[in-house]
């Protein structure tokens, strides 16, 4: 079984910043692509943003594009999620997960971490 952990949620201000970091194990660091996820309280699990490992190709739902930036570091098997311009709306357990192609369909991805918490404060 593969592993993914997330890291780096907490509680900040509207307007502020945070970055999400996602180890993956090497077994899943064989997949061609990571995407992070969020799921807020009573919502459906949602996507944010998704690359490849080898040629960095990003994908992002519109909600979040211009505020957040999905990177890659291959030599640490991590991929980060800087956030910027936070809003109360994305309030939500962000998730990372390991795909066989760029996709935003959560049920193309194969493995999932447990999240991490990002509280944004109005």
């Known amino acids: 079984q593969g592993q993914l952990v997330e890291s780096g949620g907490g509680l900040v201000q509207a307007g502020g910043s945070l970055r999400l970091s996602c180890v993956a194990s090497?077994?899943?660091?064989?997949?061609?692509?990571m995407g992070w996820f969020r799921q807020a309280p009573g919502k459906e699990r949602e996507f944010v943003a998704t690359?490849?490992?080898?040629?960095?190709?990003?994908l992002y739902t519109d909600s979040v594009k211009g505020r957040f930036t999905i990177s890659r570091d291959n030599a640490k098997n991590t991929v980060y999620l800087q956030m910027n311009s936070l809003k109360p709306e994305d309030t939500a357990v962000y998730l990372c997960?390991?795909?066989?192609?760029?996709?935003?369909?959560?049920?193309?991805?194969?493995?999932w971490g447990q999240g991490t918490q990002v509280t944004v404060s109005s």
């Open positions: 690359i490849t490992w080898t040629a960095g190709i990003t």
């Open positions: 997960a390991t795909a066989r192609g760029l996709y935003s369909v959560q049920s193309r991805y194969d493995y």
């Open positions: 090497k077994r899943t660091f064989d997949n061609f692509a």
